[in-house]
């Protein structure tokens, strides 16, 4: 958690010699190495001219240019900065300094009277590291072409990643586990969808090696949160043709020994439409893996042809509603109905059930509604890296549990 709170760059604006040391002392237990102090507002403005400076924490009593005055300024001026206010005076008067300076467009990451308390200086941080964090969402821009050259090349140069989206229970917003989604950072052409990627490496035969870096990359993720105490599951999206490959079970069981990896807290995801082709290979091997522990949710339900039929012969464990079903359900009332008998089949066939793509709290309502297990969507959290996640997981989890609270 440190990690990212180190890559921060804090201004302490203070008069007071005391308080400045003071303040600076706690953000270097927190772990910040870029720190800078100023003894009234002039300094301050020439020390965010010089630098970037990710979050100020401003005095609000000092001579020469008191809070107020440098908050002006900071606006007036539009300096790329967060702010922090403190002050010894009336929470009162510091909360309405606050909403004065959002009023003037500024990023208010907490206001607290003095002494500032490390537990309040770090839910800031976290804050604005949260508020402010790129997610990893690739553009799905058309007019990026990657060639399969390219993609060897990123796989030998480590170019290729994993961005995690959570999974909650619909009951209690719990966190059950994360979907490992594959990312490729282009030296050149940014963060790139594996929309683009995966099949190219399936035309060019290049997708066991994929998957095989991938998983590895997966696992490691997954025994680091083992260490610090969180044991959420892992789903992973797998290839229809990695289905095909009669080696591919023992290898996962061999990597889970070796990363120390319970079966039970993996989710393979396979395709509805992975189901229509070689099904009686798909099913030998899916009922083994079952048999060795592992879970099986099928994917993207609703956009091919599988039937009822079909579906009962899979040994899933999960079914995932695909978006196309879910987002916007409440103003569609065909769609609304499609989406209440898959949730019954589901439940009939026992099936878990998880909504994907909840974009909206109508969206999420109709779920609970309908009584489906798990949700997974931008409306809760969009696909995020691993170190954001863990920020997530500590404050942003909570902050929503308390909003739904309170509905
Ligand atoms: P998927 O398995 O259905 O993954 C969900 C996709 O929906 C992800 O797109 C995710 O970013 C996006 N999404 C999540 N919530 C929302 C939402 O609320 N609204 C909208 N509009 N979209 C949402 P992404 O990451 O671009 O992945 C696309 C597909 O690529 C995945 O679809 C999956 O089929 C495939 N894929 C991703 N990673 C891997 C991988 O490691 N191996 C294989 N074989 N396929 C992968
Ligand atoms: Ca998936
Ligand atoms: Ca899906």
Redesign the pocket.
Known sequence: MSSVISELSVLVTDDSLTQRQYAKALCQDLGVNSLFDAANGMDALDVLAANAIDVVLIDLEMPIMDGVELIRSIAQKKIKTSVIILSAKDPILIASVGTMAEADGLHVVGTFQKPLLPDALECSLLRFIQDTRVTA??K?SADIEVTALELSQALANNELT??F?PKLTVQGLLLRGV?????WRHPTKGLV???LF?ELAERHGM?DA??HY?LEEAFNYKRTWQQYGLRFHLA????PL?LADSDMVDWLCKLTEQYGIAPAEITF?V?ENALLGELASAIRTLARLRLKGFHIAI??YGTGFANAQQLSRVPATEL?I??SLV?RASTRPQQRTILASTVDLAKNLNLTTVA????TEEDFKILCELGVDLV????FS??LFADDLLVWVKTGLSQMRRQHEKK
Do not use: C, M, W
Request: aromatic share 8%.
């Open positions: 969402e690739p799905k994993l961005a989206q979907e490992a989604l594959a990312r969808s594996p929309a995966i997708i994929l998957t991938l992973f999206n797998l290839s990695s995801e395709t994917d993207d995932k695909d978006r987002h994907e793509g909840v974009e997974q969507g931008y409306y969009k696909p």
